[in-house]
T-cell receptor, first 112, second 114 residues
Framework: QKEVEQDPGPLSVPEGAIVSLNCTYS??????FMWYRQYSRKGPELLMY????GNKEDGRFTAQVDKSSKYISLFIRDSQPSDSATYLC????????????FGTGTLLAVQP | DAGVTQSPTHLIKTRGQQVTLRCSPK?????VSWYQQALGQGPQFIFQ???????QRGNFPDRFSGHQFPNYSSELNVNALLLGDSALYLC?????????????FGPGTRLLVL
């Protein structure tokens, strides 16, 4: 069983829709939870991060972490064609480490 | 600021050959991590370099080795290439004090092993 599970999609939505992206994980030691966006032929870029449980909002993006269920989500409101990309969840434990454990990524297409 | 740069952008090798990939970190960053991203998969951590030493390693064989230079740039070497080594190799730089929240990824080097 993988430490981080993510539905690879693809997910296709109309412009303006609310998008929900999710990951589950098995390692209870994870403390930092991140979402990266990766455009085709580019490296991942950090969108949002959350420490421990809770919600975090940044513009049209909201990240949620439920440590009791080992479940994290990213919501995108008013989705735009420019949001079309692969979204990767990533996690790490505490302490001095840069090692991130990534999900497989979900390919999102927002149709104009 | 050029951000994280990697070279070459694409590379084709044959099985058994050796390859060297290069990374220049974002200005001011002192830590370099390397990841392998196979097609349709998320990046997998290979190793991290800080102060010219390997500090942490993922589940990769010894065929994968690296180096960090005094100017913080880094190389990833892969020996005895296998078909399964075909992937996008990503370099990420960060500040050791800031951890992965300061981590920036480069565009990657796409390696094809025939």
């Amino acid at each position: 069983q993988k430490e981080v599970e993510q539905d690879p999609g693809p997910l296709s939505v109309p412009e303006g829709a609310i998008v929900s992206l999710n990951c589950t994980y098995s390692n209870s030691a994870f403390q930092y939870f991140m979402w990266y966006r990766q455009y085709s032929r580019k490296g991942p870029e950090l969108l949002m991060y959350t420490y421990s449980s809770g919600n975090k909002e940044d513009g049209r993006f909201t990240a949620q972490v439920d440590k009791s269920s080992k479940y994290i989500s990213l919501f995108i409101r008013d989705s735009q064609p420019s949001d079309s990309a692969t979204y990767l969840c990533a996690m790490r434990g505490g302490g001095a480490t840069n090692k991130l454990i990534f999900g497989t990524g979900t390919l999102l297409a927002v149709q104009p | 600021d050029a951000g994280v740069t990697q070279s070459p952008t694409h590379l084709i090798k044959t099985r058994g050959q050796q390859v060297t990939l290069r990374c220049s970190p974002k200005s001011g960053h002192d830590t370099v991590s390397w990841y392998q991203q196979a097609l349709g998969q998320g990046p997998q951590f290979i190793f991290q370099y800080y102060e010219e030493e390997e500090r942490q390693r993922g589940n990769f064989p010894d065929r994968f080795s690296g180096h960090q230079f005094p100017n913080y740039s880094s190389e990833l070497n892969v020996n005895a290439l296998l078909l399964g080594d075909s992937a996008l190799y990503l370099c990420a730089s960060s500040l050791v004090a800031g951890g992965p929240l300061t981590q920036y990824f480069g565009p990657g080097t796409r390696l094809l092993v025939l």
